[in-house]
């Protein structure tokens, strides 16, 4: 259909009234907007007449066309196009304001193009077009509006446009000439005479043009005029947002002793302040505080300073200030239900901790009496903030209101963390302090517990592992504490998890926290964290856990044999069992295993012989081999642990002794094997057994080699059933292992061919190569690792060469990305072998020509620019491997002509040609060639969209 006014008229108007051909309507529309007919159709769509969603259209297109097609409008049409543009905005002076503003936007842009070769001084013009008394068909009034509409869109349109930098350079210098001139506008309008709507323009007005740097002492009187601002309510918002950007320019610090006199401005707001948060006025609150903290984290440098200086009166500003900051952060109520700005200060309280500690040691003692104030009363508030409300209330809570709670309680932690960096272990002890006074009060609530707990984790990585005074005196107390709320328990446990890596140096504290959280174990509700606690706990202090294994061992044993812990805590559990196994004596080791692995045995045996199996049955089984899975993965009993002199050693049990991970594989492989053969073709059983053989094989290495071959059979059988990624996983570590050994040669050789060939067929058939990318993807990692690390395998022509490199050919010019990228890793490991290797040298010398073709295609437009990399990291390893054939291949293609593209001529070829044949060594500069050459075959060399993608990719 023509991209013509009426036919454009038309689609729009479809496009809103009939919503089944929304989508293609959308996209006709999309095309219609940056053809060259819309030049035209733009302005015939603003004609009066028409309804207000076409004439919004045709501004839009106008501003497309204007933004990224700019190169289309020739030199000696720019002057009739901006009077135009101008008269199409006086046009909509009343209204729509939407279609208004647009036509702004598009003027901006069209400066944007043309200031200042074409068009010079354009904001100084502007001013002086729109003052003059002569505009028809418009009042003085909207003259006004209209010339603030325009000045407040072009730093918009400035700083969201894609520009050179070059030519952002040269705008930013045009428009800082012009920044006199506006300021001037702006001062004469900012009267009490203005008409609201004029005062709030130009404050817009002015906020967007602080974003050119204006000098904060060329605008302080504008700046006042803003404050005043404030108490109007009609105004509020934009005066808000006015002075949140100019204290919030990055070189608004540049100018400290106008940040010093405009300061008093800022405090003159707490009688305001005071008022609203006592009438729970939630909006005005916010709106100050916005204003308070954008002054505050700009300027901490100033703080730190000023309390550092002589004079008084800014030392007291500035903490005055502070303590404006530590109200907000106080604000009363929970958050986000009864106050929704408190967390917009825990910003300012990480830069100060920052400024505070970048200081020499001299200045932060002479400041630290002052901060260390500041940030205990911090302490105190947050202690309070991060409690919960009672459970009553918090149940009638909606799931996004508890999901924001959680979120501002993780930033309190990271904020208590900023403030421990200042206080240092005092703050643990003044913590402890609060603990031992509530825990000898008569009424106690469980919240402010809670609190002391989730700060005490908080803290946890930055406590000092020598610390010997307050973090035994907190362990002790965790006894007497009335653990009477599950959120309490959990915590607590959460908080001695933290603790973990402290333990290890002060083994003496594990007496007091293991039994809670043994005793945490039993309660399904807290389980999580006491099984988190207790990984924590176990794998940071292997080197003291003996004495407390037996107790953790029969408490998980009891646990598990209940079937009361979800899934994930099982497994976790099970993690915990096989870490602390790892500590024991091979005999010790194999007796509780038998215990606890006994009924789990068992019980996987009947769910594996069930002839009705169903789908509880397939999760329980999943679970089971899971359950196995994390316990090979931490059941090591050649684990580093500390020698005498404190350094790492392997603790290698005695050589009679198999370890205890192969004995109960070699028990379960029966089972596995007949799950596996009922299961075969189940991806997430297939999936659980690839992860319990890796896992095993990382902790048995050469040990599992007795049994390897079994799960090598067992592998192909599966695969040869229905292929899976997780089963390429298997066979990558298996062969990666076992390729270097002599004895398994034969058995790699099998294992690796049989799965090349089964992987091959799929290759066969487009439709099926399309559904099973995920395979694909994790076929080339395998070859491209054997290819690396074992090439033997694949050089001694038992492997069909020929069909594994039209496989890469065919992999890399599929949509996917991880396909593509798998299969360019493993063309240049093929690339790079066949330097040498002549059964490799002969498929590349016989099908080379087609790898450069599906290169080229790629690079002409064939393949998403998100893999270009990958391509050209193939072209580099053909150049610096086999660069006489290369040479011959891109020669043929100079000649050839609309190949790779339309869009490149012969001399683009040439040139390309030319230099990519130069580089054999940097890979840098290749990739950029290939970049620039794809852009061009894409028609897209130069252009903002081009431009934007790539900051992207």
């Not at 999309?30 to 028409?50: D, G, H, M, T, V």
């Not at 800014?314 to 900051?325: F, G, P, R, T």
């Not at 053909?878 to 339309?902: C, D, Q, R, V």
Request: hydrophobic fraction near 40%.
């Amino acid at each position: 259909m023509e991209f013509s006014a009426a036919n454009v008229e038309q689609a729009v108007q479809q496009f809103y009234c009939n919503a089944s051909l929304q989508h293609e309507v959308h996209q006709w529309l999309n095309s219609a907007q940056i053809s060259p007919e819309a030049w035209s159709f733009c302005f015939e769509l603003l004609a009066p007449e028409k309804g207000p969603e076409v004439q919004f259209f045709g501004a839009s297109s106008l501003h497309a066309k204007i933004s990224r097609y700019w190169h289309e409008v020739p030199s000696n049409q720019y002057l009739t196009l901006k009077q135009k543009l101008l008269e199409k905005i006086i046009q909509f002076a009343n209204g729509p304001k939407m279609i208004q503003t647009r036509l702004c936007v598009a003027l901006s842009s069209f400066i944007m193009q043309t200031a200042p070769e074409s068009w010079a001084d354009p904001v100084e013009n502007l001013i002086t077009t729109f003052q003059r008394e002569d505009v028809p068909n418009i009042s003085s009034f909207q003259r006004c509006q209209i010339l603030l509409d325009i000045l407040t869109v072009i730093p918009e349109e400035f700083f969201g446009s894609n520009l050179s930098q070059q030519r952002r350079l040269s705008l930013r210098s045009e428009f800082q000439k012009g920044l006199l001139h506006v300021l001037t506008l702006l001062q004469g309008l900012l009267t009490p005479h203005s008409p609201t709507q004029v005062y709030a323009g130009a404050l817009k007005c002015f906020s967007g043009w602080v974003d050119f740097g204006i000098p904060i002492i060329e605008s302080e009187t504008i700046i006042l005029q803003v404050f005043q601002s404030i108490h109007n309510q009609e105004l509020f918002e934009v005066a808000v947002e006015t002075l949140s950007s100019v204290f919030s320019h990055p070189e608004s610090y540049r100018f400290p002793y106008t940040i010093q006199k405009l300061l008093p401005n800022i405090l003159n707001l707490q009688d305001m302040m005071k008022k609203v948060i006592d009438e729970k006025d939630m909006e005005t609150t916010n709106g100050l505080c916005r204003i308070v903290m954008s002054l505050a984290e700009t300027h901490t440098k100033l703080i730190v300073e000023s309390s550092l200086g002589e004079n008084q009166q800014h030392k007291d500003n500035v903490n005055e200030l502070i303590q404006m900051v530590l109200r907000f952060t106080s604000l009363p109520g929970h958050y986000p239900v009864d106050e929704a700005c408190s967390d917009l200060s825990f910003t300012f309280w990480y830069i100060l901790q920052d400024e505070l500690q970048a200081l020499d040691a001299s200045q932060f003692r002479i400041l630290q009496p002052i901060f260390h104030r500041i940030y205990f009363s911090l302490m105190e508030v947050l202690l309070t903030k991060v409690q919960y409300p009672n459970d009553q209330e918090y149940e009638g809570w909606s799931s996004e209101e508890k999901e924001q709670f959680r979120c501002y309680r993780q930033d309190i932690g990271d904020t208590m963390m900023y403030a421990f960096n200042i206080l240092r272990e005092p703050l643990i002890g003044y913590l402890c302090n609060i603990l031992k006074n509530l825990l000898q009060s008569q009424d106690i609530r469980w919240q402010t517990l809670e609190a002391m707990f989730f700060l005490f984790g908080s803290v946890a990585e930055s406590v000092d592992l020598e610390e010997t005074v307050y973090l035994p005196m907190l362990l002790e107390m965790l006894p007497r504490v009335p653990f009477n709320n599950i959120k309490l328990i959990s915590t607590a446990l959460y908080m001695i998890g933290s603790f973990g890596e402290w333990m290890n140096c002060h083994p003496d504290s594990l007496g007091c926290v293991i039994p809670l959280i043994l005793q945490g174990l039993g309660n399904s509700e807290v389980a999580t964290a006491a099984t988190m606690a207790l990984k924590d706990v176990t794998r940071e202090n292997l080197d003291h856990i003996q004495p407390f294994a037996h107790n953790i061992l029969v408490a998980s044993q009891a646990v598990l044999e209940g079937n009361s812990l979800k899934p994930r805590d099982a497994l976790r559990l099970m993690s915990c069992v096989g870490q602390v196994l790892s500590v024991l004596p091979f005999n010790d080791i194999m007796e509780c295993l038998n215990r606890i692995l006994t009924p789990h045995i068992q019980q996987f045996q009947q769910l594996v012989k069930e002839e009705h199996p169903t789908a509880m049955t397939k999760a329980n089984l999943i679970l089971k081999v899971n359950l196995l899975s994390w316990l090979f993965a931490s059941l090591d009993t050649e684990r580093d642990h500390d020698g005498d002199d404190g350094s790492p050693e392997k603790q290698k049990p005695s050589a009679d002794q198999p370890k205890p991970v192969y004995v109960i594989l070699q028990q379960v492989l029966p089972m596995i094997k007949m799950m596996v053969s009922k299961w075969m073709v189940d991806p997430a059983i297939v999936e659980a057994v690839c992860e319990l053989f890796k896992k095993a094989l990382r902790t048995l290495m050469e040990d599992f080699s007795p049994m390897s071959q079994d799960v090598a059979q067992m592998t192909i059988e599966m695969y040869q059933a229905v292929p899976h990624p997780s089963l390429l996983d298997l066979v990558r570590q298996m062969i990666l292992l076992f390729g270097t050994d002599p004895n398994f040669l034969q058995f790699t050789k099998v294992l690796l061919t049989t799965i090349i060939n089964k992987t091959l067929l799929m290759y066969q058939d487009a439709q099926v190569l399309r559904a099973n990318s995920d395979v694909i993807e994790n076929f080339m990692t395998l070859l491209s690792q054997v290819m690396k690390k074992t090439q033997h395998l694949m050089t001694d022509g038992s492997c069909n060469l020929s069909g594994l490199f039209h496989a890469g050919i065919i992999g890399m010019g599929m949509p996917e990305h991880g396909s593509v990228k798998s299969s360019c890793a493993f063309l240049v490991e093929f690339l790079h072998v066949g330097y040498e290797a002549k059964t490799i040298k002969d498929v590349i010398e016989t099908s080379g020509q087609l790898l450069v073709d599906r290169i080229l295609r790629a690079v002409g437009g064939e393949s998403p620019r998100g893999v270009m990399e990958n391509i050209a990291d193939v072209l580099l390893a053909l150049n610096k491997y086999h660069f006489p054939h290369l040479t011959a291949w891109l020669t043929e293609i100079i000649n050839k002509e609309g190949y790779p593209s339309i869009r490149a001529t012969k001399k683009d070829r040439e040139k390309f040609v030319k230099n990519i044949l130069r580089e054999k060594v940097n890979k840098r500069k290749v990739r950029d060639l290939v970049k620039e050459f794809t852009l061009l075959c894409r028609g897209l060399l130069g252009t903002e969209y081009a431009a934007q993608a790539a900051a992207l990719i």
